[in-house]
């Protein structure tokens, strides 16, 4: 009687076995949703695969290895391994023991398979992606760790499929859709014969949903082109909405490499190019000294806090002097007064200086007491913090505060001379791309901003999110940015972008040069500089806000200033007249500059292993 209580109660085989003998289960995996583009060109779409699941306990000891092993394509030690790996899911459960099998394949399996009791099959779809880049963007899925399991355990189960990044991660939920069950009636050779109690037990499979994306694919195709042969990021956002128009990070990577039998083998050779870092978001992860384009908000810092106005004025002498030191100045007006339209437009360093070292002696007996009014400005902004927006990536970059300082070097040890590389955009600060096309937003709307954000509609209708829709405002006062946005524009009549101004658009920008370290033999050296520039456009009635970062490309003016004056150009007019600028950029890089730097760490690397080395 114990016996018989623990074969037909405690004991799960004998259930199993019985119940797989007559019923098939068959778990049916949802249709994920589309995505698309903003103007509705298709993105991703599905493709049909095949996938053979496995009860582990199921399988007895007549099972035939090597004739199954022959049947599917794989050899002894594979079997052994996908077997095992079933097993640490679950003995009792279905999980998938070899994926990604084509139709073709699928057919010839499928009639034998009855065979080799323990074993089914089951129908999913693939991700087809109808862009050769973009993968920061759409992101790409990957199989369920069991982390995913345990924390949705009532959906995931092993072998499922999920987004690893990109919006297929950001809108998982919106995109995947609820599973359904179809059970069958199977003879003793185990072939289905009929649907199960007439399909009464059965639940439908709902699609996910479709999304469509802010995204421009003719400006992102186009964003892309313009970065031939180059490291960056460039960041295009309507400022009337925060849609983000356009987000490419290069190196450019292709979705489609994520896709398929090859996935892991792809996968695991983008991890291990350390000197490119392909799988890194340069938009929204990689975080740089924003530079001059900062030189903005001390401006604007200085004028909210009264320490500055329209009518002040500073004497240029090559450059803001210190002791012995010196912020060396390349604008060229020298000795004489320069005011804060044509500071902004030649970026003046010692003009910017003496704004930031009013701002921190405000309070002469409390200097922590200005570095946190500033950094309370600055963060309003946006910066210093997560923009908590629907990308699956993010970066709150460094801002630093009055207590920071306090800490650094104590308290009565540091003043405004001590952080003044603050003003120009360079010392502890550092911020994403992202970040700096928001605060172009900001500065085009006179002091407001909507949260940058990537989905535009699901299911073909329009999202509302108030996280999205209602306007974060700055704590400067409207007043003060026309001031600005006057030297932003003359950015481009006598100022470091005269040489890339385009004829039909009103624009405002503003250049960055920022300054790039290396630590080499234990000796800190200097790279070539990152090229930054920022802008909105028109001035009078902004469509677009931009802010572009190339990697070790010298002067904001040379690489990152024409591209994004051409971006907007693009958007704006659908059509670009300075063909010639237009070629100089589509086809010409840094790939020799790559390469040196590259040289320079590899050698890094290898002195420093070896010196271990030799110690040990």
């Not at 259930?15 to 003998?21: H, P, R, Y």
């Not at 289960?25 to 993105?43: T, Y």
């Not at 995913?148 to 499922?160: A, F, L, M, P």
């Not at 499979?205 to 999304?211: E, K, L, P, Y």
């Given at each position: 009687?114990v ?6 109660i405690?004991?799960?085989?004998y259930?199993l ?5 007559s ?10 949703g589309?995505i ?5 060109n298709?993105l991703v ?9 496995v009860?582990?306990i199921l399988?007895?000891e007549?099972?035939?290895?090597m004739?199954?092993c022959?049947?599917v394509g794989?050899?002894?030690n ?5 077997l095992?790996?079933a097993k ?14 084509s139709?073709?394949?699928f ?7 009855y065979?080799?009791?323990g074993?089914?099959w089951?129908?999913r779809?693939?991700?087809?992606y ?19 399991i345990?924390k949705?355990?009532?959906?995931y189960?092993?072998?499922?499929f999920?987004?690893w ?5 950001s809108?998982e939920?919106?995109l995947?859709?609820k599973?359904g069950?179809?059970?069958w009636?199977r003879n ?7 649907s199960?109690?007439?399909s ?6 709902v699609?996910?949903?479709d999304?469509?994306?802010?995204i421009?694919?003719n400006?992102q195709?186009?964003?892309e082109k313009?970065?031939y042969?180059?490291?960056?990021g460039i960041?295009a ?10 987000l ?7 979705p489609?490499?994520f896709?398929g039998?090859n996935?892991s083998k ?7 190019n350390k000197?490119?870092?392909p799988l890194?978001?340069r938009?929204?992860?990689a975080r740089?000294p924003p530079?001059s384009s900062f030189?903005?908000?001390?401006e604007?810092?200085?004028?909210q806090?009264g320490?500055?106005?329209s009518?002040?004025t500073?004497i ?11 912020i060396?100045?390349?604008s ?10 044509t500071a ?6 010692n ?5 930031y070292?009013?701002v921190?002696?405000?309070y002469?007996?409390n200097?922590?007491?200005g570095?946190?009014e500033?950094?309370?400005i600055?963060?309003?902004f946006g910066?210093?913090?997560y923009l908590?927006?629907?990308?699956a990536t993010g ?6 505060s ?16 001590t ?5 120009i955009?360079?010392?502890?600060i550092?911020v ?5 096309a928001n605060m172009?937003?900001?500065i085009?709307?006179?002091g407001f901003?909507y949260?940058p ?7 073909h209708r329009?999202?509302?999110n108030p996280n ?6 700055t704590k400067v006062k ?8 006057n030297g932003?524009?003359?950015v481009?009549?006598i100022?470091?972008?005269k040489s890339?101004?385009s ?11 920022s300054?790039?370290?290396i630590?080499?033999n234990h000796?800190i050296v ?5 090229s930054i520039f ?5 001035v009078?009635?902004p469509?677009?806000?931009?802010s572009?970062?190339?990697?070790n490309?010298g002067?904001g003016s040379h690489?990152a200033g ?9 958007y704006?007019?659908?059509n670009?007249?300075r063909k010639?600028l237009e ?12 390469s ?19 110690k040990k």
């Amino acid at each position: 009687m114990v016996r018989l209580f623990y074969i037909q109660i405690y004991t799960e085989k004998y259930i199993l076995n019985a119940f797989n003998t007559s019923i098939k289960q068959e778990i049916i995996i949802p249709e994920r949703g589309s995505i698309f583009d903003r103007n509705e060109n298709l993105l991703v779409f599905n493709k049909s695969i095949y996938e053979l699941i496995v009860i582990p306990i199921l399988i007895d000891e007549h099972f035939n290895i090597m004739e199954f092993c022959n049947l599917v394509g794989i050899d002894k030690n594979t079997f052994f391994k996908n077997l095992e790996k079933a097993k640490i899911y679950s003995k009792y459960l279905p999980s998938v023991f070899l994926p990604f099998i084509s139709k073709e394949k699928f057919a010839t399996i499928q009639e034998k398979l009855y065979k080799y009791k323990g074993f089914d099959w089951t129908k999913r779809s693939l991700r087809d992606y109808q862009v050769e880049s973009s993968s920061n963007v759409l992101g790409y899925i990957g199989e369920v760790t069991q982390k995913d399991i345990r924390k949705e355990s009532n959906y995931y189960q092993i072998g499922d499929f999920i987004g690893w990044t990109g919006v297929e991660k950001s809108y998982e939920k919106v995109l995947r859709g609820k599973k359904g069950v179809k059970y069958w009636l199977r003879n003793r050779k185990g072939c289905i014969i009929e649907s199960y109690n007439n399909s009464k037990n059965n639940v439908k499979a709902v699609s996910g949903n479709d999304i469509s994306l802010t995204i421009d694919l003719n400006l992102q195709n186009y964003a892309e082109k313009l970065m031939y042969q180059k490291k960056g990021g460039i960041v295009a956002i309507n400022p009337k909405n925060g849609e983000i128009l356009s987000l490419v990070s290069s190196p450019i990577n292709n979705p489609n490499l994520f896709v398929g039998v090859n996935r892991s083998k792809e996968f695991q050779k983008l991890i291990k190019n350390k000197i490119d870092n392909p799988l890194f978001d340069r938009t929204t992860q990689a975080r740089y000294p924003p530079a001059s384009s900062f030189k903005l908000l001390t401006e604007l810092a200085g004028l909210q806090m009264g320490v500055v106005d329209s009518n002040t004025t500073f004497i240029c002498y090559k450059g803001f002097k210190y002791g012995k030191k010196k912020i060396h100045c390349h604008s060229g007006f020298h000795g004489f007064p320069i005011g804060l339209e044509t500071a902004v437009a030649v970026s003046c360093n010692n003009y910017f200086a003496q704004v930031y070292k009013r701002v921190i002696e405000k309070y002469p007996k409390n200097l922590t007491k200005g570095v946190n009014e500033w950094s309370d400005i600055i963060k309003s902004f946006g910066f210093g913090d997560y923009l908590y927006n629907d990308l699956a990536t993010g970066e709150k970059g460094v801002i630093p505060s009055g207590d920071y300082y306090n800490k650094k070097y104590g308290t009565t040890k540091w003043n405004a001379i001590t952080i003044i590389s603050n003003s120009i955009g360079q010392g502890e600060i550092n911020v994403t791309p992202i970040q700096l096309a928001n605060m172009t937003c900001a500065i085009a709307n006179r002091g407001f901003f909507y949260t940058p954000h990537i989905v535009k509609r699901i299911n073909h209708r329009p999202v509302y999110n108030p996280n999205y829709t209602i306007p974060k405002h700055t704590k400067v006062k409207s007043k003060y940015f026309d001031l600005i946005i006057n030297g932003m524009e003359k950015v481009f009549v006598i100022g470091t972008g005269k040489s890339f101004k385009s004829s039909d658009i009103r624009m405002a920008g503003k250049t960055g040069t920022s300054q790039n370290f290396i630590k080499v033999n234990h000796k800190i050296v200097s790279l070539p500089d990152h090229s930054i520039f920022i802008l909105f456009a028109p001035v009078k009635n902004p469509e677009i806000a931009i802010s572009v970062i190339i990697e070790n490309g010298g002067f904001g003016s040379h690489w990152a200033g024409p591209i994004a004056s051409l971006l907007a150009e693009k958007y704006i007019k659908n059509n670009v007249n300075r063909k010639n600028l237009e070629k100089r950029i589509m086809t010409s890089g840094l790939q020799k500059v790559y390469s040196s730097i590259a040289k320079m760490k590899k050698f890094n690397n290898f002195y420093t292993k070896n010196s271990i080395d030799k110690k040990k």
